[in-house]
Each structure stands twice: as structure tokens, then as C-alpha cells.
């Protein structure tokens, strides 16, 4: 909120001209196929990391409860697996992710235009995803086994494209399958447009 209050001043006393960009989930094909993001391990150490730093997007979820990663720590096994978070109710979490393709549409079009000066746009992909459907789909695309948990906190969110749509013309392609789906022919050496997030060794 402060880092755009400046960019907004500099427009007001100095005319530089400003487009407030707000991203969300962003990563790219591969990084997606990957599944990290619903390993249990990974889970585990953000609930871990969500006590101890605010960077991390989980702590104020988290601020009633001590240990949260005790919850998920029964379902470790020698193997590890994707996790579906839901509540306690069975709700599962929602979250809204962004293929960076998506990400360098919005910024070029924001870039471009002289009706989104002074004004702030989500940039974030299609639509959002369960974490259900998001595990299912990548234990089917990638063989991982998988799991539910059901934990006394829920995070959900979706965030409205509509500004972005109406000023900058913006339409974003690339939902949460298709990504993964897009990362791993990536993932397979197949060429589709851009560049992996961590470039092979090279010999």
C-alpha cells in the first residue's frame, strides 16, 4: 500500500505516468507441473515458516495457532505426496494462480495505455482453483499419490479481473490445468514458447 501511495505521488507532483500492477500466484508452466506447491513437505514447512515471517502468505491465517504444521505431520509417510487442504467442514481451499504468460499480456497491455494511468489492476490467471481439483489433476498428470487434510483454518480467495478486462483489454488464457499441462511438455523438452524457469546444466 505505501510503494503505490508513492508511485501515485510521483504522478500527482511530477507527472510521471503510473499503472499499479497487482499480481497473484504467479509461476511459471514448469514450476507448476512440478507440484511443489501442494507437496506435503512444502505444506508443511510454509505452515513452519508462516509463524515466523510475515513475507510468508499464510501467517495471518495462522495467528491463532501455535504449531499449525502439527496437523499435517500424521500423514507423513516414507514417500512423500500431494496434499488437497480443505476445512474442517470439508470446504476445501481456494486459491487464484497466475501463468506468468498471462502476467507479461497484462503488463505490456497496461504499458500501452493511456486509460489506466492513476489506476490499479489485479493481474491474475482465468480463474481460480479448489485444492482439490488442483491435487487431482496433477496426481493424474504426474503419478504423485495424494491426500486430504482437513485443518481448522480455510483460505480462499478469487480476485476480480473486471477493471482490468474493461480498461486494459486484458484476457487472460492460461487457468491452472493448462499450465500444468503447457509445463509438462515443457518439462519434456517440447518447445512451447517459453523459456523454463531454471534453464538445464549445461555440459
Excluded at 514447512?45 to 499449525?68: C, M, T
Excluded at 493424474?140 to 495424494?146: H, K, M, T, V
Aim: glycine share 10%.
Amino acid at each position: 500500500m505505501v510503494g503505490e501511495r508513492v508511485c501515485l505521488d510521483y504522478l500527482t507532483e511530477f507527472g510521471v505516468p503510473i499503472v499499479i500492477l497487482r499480481y497473484g500466484g504467479v509461476s511459471s508452466p514448469d514450476e507448476r507441473a512440478g507440484g511443489r506447491q501442494y507437496l506435503l513437505s512444502g505444506m508443511i514447512q510454509r505452515f513452519r515458516d508462516a509463524k515466523v515471517s510475515h513475507n510468508n502468505y499464510l501467517w495471518i491465517n495462522l495467528l491463532g495457532h501455535e504449531r499449525p504444521w502439527e496437523w499435517l505431520e500424521p500423514l507423513v509417510g516414507d514417500e512423500d505426496r500431494l496434499v488437497a487442504l480443505t476445512d474442517r467442514d470439508g470446504r476445501p481451499w481456494v486459491g487464484h494462480p497466475t501463468d506468468v504468460r498471462d502476467v507479461v499480456q497484462g503488463t505490456l497491455l497496461a504499458l500501452e495505455s493511456e486509460a489506466g494511468v492513476g489506476e490499479a489492476f489485479n493481474i491474475l490467471g482465468p480463474a481460480p482453483v479448489s485444492s482439490l481439483e488442483a491435487v487431482r489433476h496433477l496426481a493424474e498428470r504426474i503419478g504423485l499419490p495424494w491426500c486430504t487434510a482437513a485443518v481448522p483454518v480455510r483460505l480462499a480467495y478469487e480476485m476480480s479481473l473486471s477493471k482490468a478486462r474493461a480498461v486494459l483489454g486484458y484476457r487472460p488464457e492460461f487457468d491452472f490445468f493448462r499450465s500444468v499441462d503447457d509445463g509438462l511438455r515443457l518439462l519434456a523438452g517440447n518447445d512451447i514458447g517459453v523459456l523454463p524457469a531454471r534453464p538445464p546444466n549445461r555440459p
